[in-house]
Structures are given as C-alpha cells and as structure tokens.
C-alpha cells in the first residue's frame, strides 16, 4: 500500500507555490513527466477551489474564533455574493469607494479562486459549461485565448451538470433540423438542381435514381500527352544519341591508337 512520503512543490502560471503531498510512485512520475505534474497542479487546485465554494455558498456566520480586528462583508457582483473578511476600515471604505470595493473583490477572487481578471474591466469570466438551468456559454475571443481562465464549479449554487447533456443537446439539434426541413418544401428546388446528391440527408422525399447523371453520358476523354512529357523524351533521345556518337569516338581514337603501335612495334624489330 503506498503512503504519502514525498512532498513536491509546484508554481502556477502566476507564480503561487503550491505544495503536494503524493506517493513515492507519483512523486517519480511527475518530475520525469510535466505534463502529469499540471494534471495533478490542476486537481488539486480544483479541490481547493471547491471547498472554498462550498464555504462561501454556506450561509454560516463568522465563528467566535474569527479574530476581533475583522469583520465580516458581504459584497454582491453580477447576482453573485461574496463574503470576504476585512478590517473596519475597509469596511467602512468599501461602502463609501465604489473603486476600492471593486478592488477588494478583484483581489479576493484572484487570492482564493485564482481568477485571470483584466485589470481595465471588472468582468467576471462565466461559466463554460452547460448547465441545467441553462445558462449561456461564453465563448473566448481570438484574444482571450491566450489568457488561461478558472471557473468556479457550479455545483454548490444548485446549477448541476447532467451527465448525458451531450446526447441531450445533440437530440435537440437534430430534432430542430428535422423540424425546420418538414416546415420548408423543398423538393422542387432540390429536383431542379442535379448537382446536389445527397438529397436523404435533407430530408427531400426525392430519390437519387430519378436523377438525371449528365456525367455518367458523356464519352470519356483521351489523355494528351502533356508538353512536359514531350520535352522528358527528348531530352532522353538527345542524351542516347550522345552516349552513342561518343562511343564511337572512343572506338575510332581506339584503333588508331592500336594502328601506332605496332608501327612503333615494327620499327623497334628493325
């Protein structure tokens, strides 16, 4: 049975050190592996976060052991609430400074949920993904790709996600299609234009057999051969004829060369 013996720190993209206690086998893993070590950067700051949201839906009151010197305030942004922990003179600041209860919570959000806010914007980014109560996706801009954002989970606020809501939502799309096809008759449209072959996928009642093939009518056409195809059988005939005249060069520079010496040959018996 493994046991927690190793301890591994870790930073995130803005520089806050994390420390996770994992087993002998992980520990291994994650240095020889970096992308196992953000998977488990990422679980364990997704734990984080839940329990923090979990506390924050929790309407409890500040304990006895809170510290005198604070008190709590509850601020509210886009029908979120949030309950944040400060002095009383921030309290009383917040309520008077619009701008510096706005930067309370800009820093509250990025110390504990680790949210990527611009500073020039008080937008808070949404939820990405699907919810029961059916709530809008926002979808990243070209921009805003580059900038990596964490969304709290939805499931303490009672916006539960359903396990199925691909299938769902791919059976409402389907459905919709199907429903605006049978509202909208085009069969004559589509009978008139032959070109377009997959009439079924439509929804058309028009079969495929009773369409005119222009295509299949037409002889089929010979192959000419291309200039570039001429010119690559020139140039190889160019390049025999060559190979050829040289040889016969080499032949005639060869018998005459034989021819001098045997006279050079005949000359020396003398």
């Known amino acids: 049975m493994n046991t927690v013996n190793c301890v591994l720190s870790l930073k995130d993209e803005v520089g806050e050190l994390f420390m996770l206690y994992l087993t002998r086998e992980e520990h291994e893993r994650a240095i020889g592996d970096m992308l196992y070590a953000l998977q488990l950067l990422d679980k364990h700051k997704n734990a984080i976060a839940m329990q923090l949201s979990n506390f924050q839906q929790s309407n409890m009151i500040v304990s006895d052991q809170t510290p005198k010197n604070l008190q709590p305030l509850k601020l509210i942004d886009e029908g979120k609430v949030f309950n944040l922990l400060v002095t009383e003179e921030e309290a009383n600041k917040a309520l008077e400074d619009d701008a510096f209860r706005m930067s309370l919570l800009q820093e509250y959000k ?26 809008e996706n926002v979808e990243l801009s070209l921009n805003e790709k580059s900038k990596k ?36 008759d085009n069969d004559d449209m589509f009978s008139t234009k032959p070109w377009i072959k997959p009439l079924s996928v439509a929804g058309n009642s028009v079969r495929l057999a009773n ?8 002889p089929p056409c ?32 060869n018998e005459r060369k034989l021819q ?11």
């Open 110 to 135: 990025k110390k504990y949920f680790n949210l990527f806010i611009d500073d020039n914007t008080n937008e808070e980014p949404a939820n990405d993904t699907p919810t029961e109560s059916g709530e």
């Open 211 to 218: 369409i005119e093939n222009d295509l299949s009518a037409s």
């Open 149 to 184: 954002k964490k969304r709290l989970p939805k499931k303490a606020q009672g916006k539960t996600r359903s396990c199925n809501w691909r299938d769902e939502e791919t059976l409402l799309l389907l459905s919709s299609y199907g429903q605006h096809q049978n509202s909208y």
């Open 222 to 253: 010979k192959k000419k051969k291309s200039d570039l195809d001429e010119a690559k059988i020139n140039c190889l005939e160019d390049a025999i004829i060559d190979k050829q005249l040289k040889r016969e060069q080499k032949a005639i520079y």
């Open 260 to 270: 001098i010496f045997e006279k050079i040959a005949e000359s020396l018996n003398k």
